[in-house]
């Protein structure tokens, strides 16, 4: 997989400490949810986004490469 950029939408707001671990990404929020989004460089490198949202008590609603 080469780096490729991704869209990950979480359900609800991102607190300013959880704001800090994804700095390298653009985050937006939207009604009820917020978007992220960045370059993932590999497969790793996207279950660890998805793991450190997760542990951040955060639901994952969905990922998609963006165009």
Do not use: C, K, N
């Not at 390298?24 to 949202?53: F, K, N, W, Y």
């Amino acid at each position: 997989m080469a780096a490729r950029r991704y869209e990950f939408r979480v359900e609800g707001r991102l607190s300013e400490d959880a704001r800090d671990v994804f700095v390298d990404m653009r985050i937006t929020e939207v009604p009820l949810q917020t978007v992220l989004d960045g370059e993932v460089l590999d497969e790793s490198h996207m279950q660890g986004i998805i793991a450190q949202l997760q542990t951040l008590g955060l639901t994952v609603v969905s990922v998609h490469p963006v165009p």
